[in-house]
Each structure stands twice: as structure tokens, then as C-alpha cells.
């Protein structure tokens, strides 16, 4: 007898949450083992049911979907990741890859598609979509491959676009003053960031400020 797939869902809408569980339930026949609305939820879950596969949103509150993938790769290295959104940008994208998913899927895209997704990726078939081949033929061209952001470097990317002063991110994060403003001047390098606004727009690239209105 085959063994089912397990998986864990983590994605803040409840809804969202709910439906696709039970269709995966009900149409691929998985074991949904969990679902959490949060990503430090989310990786307990994980590290408590061992998944074979793991669905992550992009875009949460508090942890960043990429922050979820770094820590769930390096807690599992074998695990099937994911990412799941409804922002679209070669930055997010090759971010994702980067950091360890095997698929990038939008949340524009139909319920059936997501399905055929998930099914080819837990019969082992992870070829890549023409979206994701361009963002990360992009993303060569550009060298942005070279640009591969640290889980620590994200952390203090999504403070910042919470528009928390200097000091207070320090404090969050252990850091000293002298150097967590270091750290960003280092960050705005890496990045190509001009000034503290490019940053903020990366930041929103990144799916790290995707609850604000930043004006491009």
C-alpha cells in the first residue's frame, strides 16, 4: 500500500486554510497533519510531525514566509516546500528558490492547479513553471544569485519595514546600536539599495512589508 503524504499548511487565512485542507484530504487522499496561521506556529508543527511536504504563504505577520523556509531546510533538508502567494516579483521568487522551496505557486492561479501542484510534487516531479525559469534566468543575468539574504539579515529587514527606530531593533535582536546601523549599511550594499527607501521597497520585493501601502 502506498503511504500517504503528509503535509502541513501555513497561511494566515483561516479560510484558506480549511478548504484546502480538506481537499487534500478528500481529492489527493493526504494526510494533512497540520495547518497553522502562523510561521512560528507553523514550525513546531513541523517539528513535531515530520511532514513530507509543507505549503508556506509568502506573506504572513510576524515571521516572513522566507524566514519559515530557511528554518524548516535546515530542520529537515529532505522536506518538499512550497511557496505559496499572491505577490509576484523575480526578487520574491528567486528568494524563495534560495532559500530552499522546490516550487513557487500563485495565488492567482486556480484551486485545481494548486492540486496538480501538490500532486506532481509528492510523486517527485518538481519541474519547474515558465514563471519561475524566467525569474531565475533574471535573476543570472542581474547576479542577484550572489545576494542571498541570511535569516538574520531578514529579521532585521522586517523590523525595519515595521518602522521600528533603530534602537528598538537593536534591543530585539541583541545587537548594539553601532552595530545593527552597520549591519543595514551592509544589508543596503548587498541589496544595491541607494537609500533607506529603496530598502523599504525591497523589503516589500521580499514579501517582508506585505501588510503596508508603500508607494512605488
Known amino acids: 500500500m502506498k503511504k500517504k503524504c503528509k503535509i502541513v499548511i501555513i497561511d494566515d487565512h483561516p479560510v484558506f486554510l480549511s478548504v484546502l485542507g480538506e481537499l487534500l484530504k478528500q481529492q489527493l487522499g493526504f494526510l494533512v497533519v497540520g495547518l497553522s496561521r502562523s510561521g512560528e506556529e507553523g514550525l513546531e508543527i513541523c517539528g513535531r510531525t515530520k511532514p513530507d511536504l509543507v505549503l508556506v504563504d509568502m506573506m504572513m505577520p510576524g515571521m516572513s514566509g522566507l524566514e519559515v523556509i530557511k528554518f524548516l531546510r535546515k530542520q529537515d533538508p529532505d522536506v518538499l516546500l512550497l511557496a505559496i502567494s499572491g505577490l509576484i516579483t523575480k526578487e520574491l521568487i528567486c528568494s524563495a528558490f534560495m532559500a530552499g522551496v522546490s516550487g513557487y505557486f ?27 525559469a524566467e525569474a531565475l534566468r533574471w535573476a543570472v543575468r ?45 544589508i543596503r550594499q548587498q541589496l544595491d539599495a541607494k537609500t533607506d527607501w529603496d530598502l523599504r521597497l525591497i523589503a516589500r520585493r521580499f514579501g517582508l512589508a506585505a501588510y503596508k501601502e508603500i508607494p512605488e
Open 142 to 186: 542581474e547576479r542577484r544569485l550572489r545576494s542571498d539574504i541570511s535569516m538574520k539579515d531578514l529579521q532585521l529587514l522586517r523590523l525595519y519595514s515595521d518602522d521600528l527606530p533603530i534602537k528598538e531593533i537593536a534591543q530585539r535582536t541583541g545587537r548594539t546600536v553601532s552595530s545593527t546601523y552597520k549591519a543595514f549599511r551592509r
Open 106 to 132: 500563485s495565488k492567482s492561479r486556480s484551486t485545481e492547479e494548486l492540486l496538480d501542484k501538490l500532486r506532481a510534487m509528492s510523486e517527485g516531479d518538481t519541474e519547474m513553471t515558465l514563471e519561475e
